[in-house]
């Protein structure tokens, strides 16, 4: 017989002798109490592993739905998630602030062209404006208009800093009631 402690063998007159039988019972006692640790250890990794998959399942489907979701209320089911359903151009408080700041541009600039969130026309950056006025003839900008939501934020300041590098002149305008 196999045992823990390894081969045991017997026989009619070895089981009949206390000692041996004895020892017989221990090892015996001894391999169906590893047996059954073994499998409630076993039990329990499978709780665990089947507790992570019914987990894992769950969120699949909420990232799935939720998507869904997002697609159905953009009215394409092909388009990607979108975080922001107004897009690069704001909420629609600050696309009539946009506007707005388009109108006072070309009123106070009526001989330049005025264009609205367009990459900047001057070398030394990358940032696109509410709305810019451009020299017809050099096609550089001259006067820039920001919509902010939060003027005072650490964003802003930093635009700011960067428009006064590129000598433009620039006006930041209050968005909302923040």
């Keep these: 017989m196999y045992t823990p402690f390894g081969v045991i063998t017997y026989t009619s007159a070895a089981a009949g002798s206390r000692s041996q039988a004895g020892i017989y019972e221990t090892a015996k006692s001894n391999a169906i109490s590893n047996y059954n ?10 709780n665990i592993i089947k507790g992570s998959i019914v987990a894992g399942v769950a969120l699949t489907e909420r990232v799935l739905n939720s998507e869904g979701e997002s697609k159905k209320e953009n009215g394409n089911s092909d388009s990607k998630i979108v975080r922001n359903p107004n897009g690069a151009k704001g ?24 264009v609205t969130e367009k990459k900047i026309k001057k070398e030394g950056s990358n940032r696109r404006p509410d709305v810019q ?26 635009r700011e800093a960067e428009y006064k590098r ?9 968005v909302g009631g923040n």
């Design 133 to 158: 006025v451009v020299n017809r003839e050099t096609q550089e900008t001259e006067q820039i208009y920001e919509a902010e939501r939060k003027p005072n934020s650490a964003r802003n300041k930093k």
């Design 37 to 46: 640790g073994l499998v409630r250890i076993a039990g329990n990794n499978y």
């Design 91 to 114: 909420k629609p408080d600050h696309q009539a602030k946009v506007k707005e700041l388009e109108e006072k541009a070309r009123a106070e600039h009526p001989d330049k062209d005025v």
């Design 166 to 174: 590129l000598n433009i002149p620039n006006e930041t305008h209050p």
